[in-house]
């Protein structure tokens, strides 16, 4: 017993001693090895509650990165599963700052990438969010200033929210909503505060406000407490998980109106949960829609099509121009120096296949909101919506 | 009052599945004094049997709720033999802390095999409303409910009335005496083992139908209320389970319907504790005297 325990402790030290030189092996390392090959950080949500966000943008990524080796470039990439976890992802976001990368695209959601960016920041290492929505999400919460090597690519919850209530308000001819959020979000809480506001602002009441539990299952009694009350929308700030379960128990309790939601709503899991006949006058903010697809947004398809034999949605999209908004940002500084990729960035004229932006002051891009409506759960139009917000 | 009878209906049908979860969790404790914190999670695999039953063998409802039994019946006495028996003369701590990693072992496993994401449960039969004076019932709602009352009864049929029943109740007064009575003590403990997971796989078939949602963490939360369902009418008591599951549905319904639905958890977890204060045998349990 004595010398397993021994020959155990040993192990362990030999164990301990290795990976303490394999960490230093790594943060030697340099972005740009003798051979010339450039590192990207892939950090997604592989697994966990928000997966598909993060395994679509994740074959998005990919996408890109191989289209730009087969241009002559010389990428390959470090891919991190943060299992849709904040506390996995600041160890993740450590070690890629070890890892020596030029830059990292992603996580997905508000909150994991959030909990990244102080420490990519003080590693210089410039971050592209595809997907992080959330109300000043670049700006540093203590000082309040802009994070220099951070950046977004989609437009902020606030404008989202505010687009969607400028859109029941003018277009669906509505006065009364009913909001029913996911309490255990930032991104959600952003959505509600912003649609709220700009709802009221244009004349319309707010029946009533209620939430769930990102993961709960059963939303009858509060859908049936909802049904007693004189509304003319319901508003879903949420994730497709949960959103899908509550238009199916409400279509099946007989809430006929409007839905509307955000752009969490954008998943094929939404339609699988509802069921497509319950997806009518469904409506949702996006930033990417085919519904009358560019030639860049065309041949993005087509391509994306011949390599994983799937439509393209929303997140593979925006991490697809995020990728290659880094790979041009690298380009045009002609190193991987931290401070030329993020000064690149920053003076970047990008034109995508989620529309041509540059960022403003605080990294985010400017765009317009796509306002999509859902016939038997497929997309059948899609508007432009700028709220007029102060 | 149409809303007050259409929240109970809600809340019984969402009682009948912490009902049928906390009938495992109590003929478990009854018998070895064991909180099996896997059994949740047999709960979930029950679900994806009947996921796969129905979505890669194309069966129906009925066939399907049969094999995910069986099949659950099948981990459940598994686990039984290869986790917990060993432990059976160890502290209770011990079987509690590997129960919890039986747990643990269950979740992760299936979001290796089955990806860890959400999958829709198929729609195994047309689900109609009935409208019955300003109520809405589904069809759904009705199996369940059914299926639920159907199971319950064959349980007490089959404790009360059979020889498998009364070697249970034996074992559970005194194992030791049971089984110089005769009784084979550890074919009894895998026969409970059995029922109570084959129960709870009832229970996560009928969940996929319902909510069509199921995924590897699904077991986690139900789990947890059906155990204090089972704690609220008495551990160990069978009735009690039964009675606890409806009640803590409906009190978690009404407190969604009247009052905020940030606060349904919370309400559950406050009778726990006050149960554990005021009458710890609970609702059903005699305050039984120390033997020393």
């Not at chain 1, 600041?90 to 695209?105: F, K, P």
């Not at chain 1, 960035?345 to 041509?356: H, K, R």
Request: charged residues 15%; negative net charge.
């Amino acid at each position: 017993m004595k010398t397993m325990k021994k020959v155990f402790m040993t192990a362990l030290a030999v164990m301990m001693a290795a990976s303490m030189t394999a960490c230093g092996d790594s943060s030697s390392d340099s972005s740009s090895a003798s051979d010339g090959t450039i590192k990207i950080g892939l950090h997604y949500e592989l697994t966990g509650s928000v997966a598909d966000y993060g395994n679509a943008e994740l074959k998005g990524s990919e996408l890109a990165i191989k289209q730009a080796n087969e241009a002559g470039g010389n990428y390959t990439t470090v891919v991190y599963d943060n299992k849709s976890d904040t506390t996995e992802s600041v160890t993740l976001a450590a070690q890629l700052a070890s890892d020596g990368v030029a830059g990292v695209v992603g996580p997905a959601t508000s909150g994991t990438s959030a909990a990244t960016y102080q420490i990519m920041n003080d590693s210089k290492v410039t971050v592209i969010s595809p997907s992080a929505t959330a109300i000043n999400q670049t700006l540093n919460p203590t000082s309040g200033k802009v994070y220099d090597y951070v950046f977004r690519i989609c437009f902020e919850d606030s404008y989202q929210g505010a687009a969607m209530a400028q859109y029941a308000v003018d277009t669906l001819n509505k006065g009364k909503v009913v909001i029913y959020a996911d309490t255990s979000s930032d991104y959600a809480k952003g959505l509600t505060d912003a649609f709220s506001a700009q709802f009221k602002k244009l004349g319309g009441t707010v029946v009533a406000t209620d939430y769930y539990n990102s993961g709960d299952t059963d939303f009858n009694s509060v859908l049936t407490k909802f049904k007693e009350l004189d509304f003319d929308v319901l508003y879903i700030p949420g994730y497709y998980n949960e959103a899908g379960l509550i238009i199916k128990q409400a279509r099946e309790m007989g809430i006929d109106c409007e839905i509307i939601g955000p752009d969490g709503f954008d998943s094929e899991t939404l339609i699988d949960l509802a069921g497509a006949s319950n997806l009518n006058k469904v409506y949702y903010t996006t930033a990417y829609t085919t519904v009358g697809a560019s030639d860049a947004l065309q041949a993005f398809i087509d391509a994306y099509k011949a390599e994983y034999n799937e439509e393209p949605g929303m997140f593979a999209a925006l991490a697809y121009d995020s990728t290659n908004l880094l790979i041009e940002a690298i380009e045009k500084a002609g190193s991987t120096d931290p401070e030329a990729v993020k000064t690149a960035v920053e003076n970047i004229e990008f034109d995508g296949v989620t529309g041509s932006f540059s960022f403003d002051e605080t990294h985010t891009p400017i765009k317009s909101v796509l306002v999509v409506t859902l016939v038997d759960g497929v997309q059948g139009d899609a508007v432009a919506v700028s709220p007029d917000v102060d | 009052m149409t809303q007050f009878l259409q929240q109970m209906i809600n809340g019984l049908s969402l009682g009948s599945i912490y009902a049928l979860v906390a009938l495992g969790y109590t003929m478990v404790y009854g018998i070895i004094k064991l909180i099996n914190f896997a059994h949740g999670d047999i709960y979930m695999l029950g679900a994806y049997i009947g996921f796969i039953v129905t979505t890669k063998l194309g069966l129906g409802f009925v066939p399907a709720l049969v094999i995910s039994m069986a099949g659950c019946a099948l981990i459940g006495v598994t686990i039984e033999r290869i986790a917990y028996k060993p432990l059976r003369h160890a502290t209770r701590i011990t079987a509690l802390i590997t129960a919890i990693g039986v747990s643990y072992f269950l979740e992760a496993g299936t979001q290796r095999v089955m990806g860890a994401g959400v999958q829709t449960f198929p729609n195994v039969f047309e689900n109609k409303t009935i409208i019955l004076g300003g109520l809405r019932i589904s069809t759904q709602q009705i199996v369940i409910f059914a299926v639920t009352i159907v199971l319950m009864l064959l349980l007490q049929f089959l404790v009360t009335k059979t020889k498998v029943g009364r070697a249970m109740r034996a074992v559970s007064v005194d194992a030791d005496a049971a089984r110089l009575m005769g009784v084979n003590v550890d074919a009894t403990i895998s026969m409970t083992f059995a029922i109570g997971s084959a129960l709870a796989g009832a229970a996560g078939v009928l969940v996929g139908l319902y909510y069509n949602s199921i995924n590897p963490l699904m077991g986690m939360l139900p789990g947890i209320k059906a155990f204090i369902a089972a704690v609220f009418g008495g551990i160990g008591i069978i009735p009690g389970a039964m009675l606890g599951g409806f009640f803590i549905g409906i009190v978690e319904t009404m407190v969604a319907g009247y009052g905020s639905s940030l606060w349904k958890d919370a309400v559950v977890y406050l009778i726990l504790i006050l149960i554990l204060i005021i009458k710890p045998a609970g609702l059903l349990g005699k305050n039984t005297k120390e033997k020393v």
